[in-house]
T-cell receptor
């Protein structure tokens, strides 16, 4: 079956612009996660959805970052007033339940470059 | 505080020889532990997981890991390396069901020499 997909695969934008990154999870997966991976580092947790609600958004670095999952499926990560330091690969993952014991299935990521 | 340390940023072994990728964790409570692999230009894939059952965990592609509470370690091993094992490996620790406590290590790049 289809895995987690993310669009776009690459996004180049200018400092100060607004961007949206989309994640399509595996059908039926209730949990969805966003991570940010900088070069040479492991993924850094941003936000976790259980269904439509953000169960934990403590990883969002500041109020320029926001994510939604209005129907409990597709999620969009929104970044306002982008900064060069936002450049990274943004990963999305989904799982059939909470993270303690459930495997996360990762998408290929969106590489964001802020010029 | 919870943390995970991958002791080697890069490991290089010859094809057919054993692989050891080291991971140590710090947690006040019993954690769940995972190893994920990331091949170039591909998504992260689960290799194996420990969730308080058997301490020796077998995963895909011949990998296994042993949870040692006394040493707070969860090292990944494979008896015989294959060229296709070349990738980045991440040790991950989670605590209860709090997603914010999902901590990835900084990764170990495994290279395989012919």
């Amino acid at each position: 079956g289809a895995g987690v997909s993310q669009t776009p695969s690459n996004k180049v934008t200018e400092k100060g612009k607004y961007v949206e990154l989309r994640c399509d999870p595996i059908s039926g997966h209730t949990a969805l996660y966003w991570y940010r991976q900088s070069l040479g580092q492991g993924p850094e947790f941003l936000i976790y959805f259980q269904g439509t609600g953000a169960a934990d958004d403590s990883g969002l670095p500041n109020d320029r970052f926001f994510a939604v999952r209005p129907e409990g499926s597709v999620s969009t990560l929104k970044i306002q007033r982008t900064e060069r330091g936002d450049s990274a690969v943004y990963l999305c993952a989904s799982s059939p339940g909470p993270p303690l014991v459930n495997e996360q299935f990762f998408g290929p990521g969106t590489r964001l470059t802020v010029l | 505080a919870q943390s995970v340390t991958q002791l080697d940023s890069h490991v290089s072994v010859s094809e057919g020889t054993p692989v050891l990728l080291r991971c140590n964790y710090s947690s006040s409570y019993s954690p769940s532990l995972f190893w994920y692999v990331q091949h170039p230009n591909k998504g992260l894939q689960l290799l194996l997981k420990y969730t308080s059952a058997a301490t020796l965990v077998k995963g895909i592609n011949g990998f296994e890991a042993e949870f040692k509470k006394s040493e707070t370690s969860f090292h990944l091993t494979k008896p015989s390396a294959h060229m296709s094992d070349a990738a980045e490996y991440f040790c991950v620790v989670t605590l209860y069901s709090s997603a914010s406590k999902i901590i990835f290590g900084s990764g170990t790049r495994l290279s395989i020499r012919p």
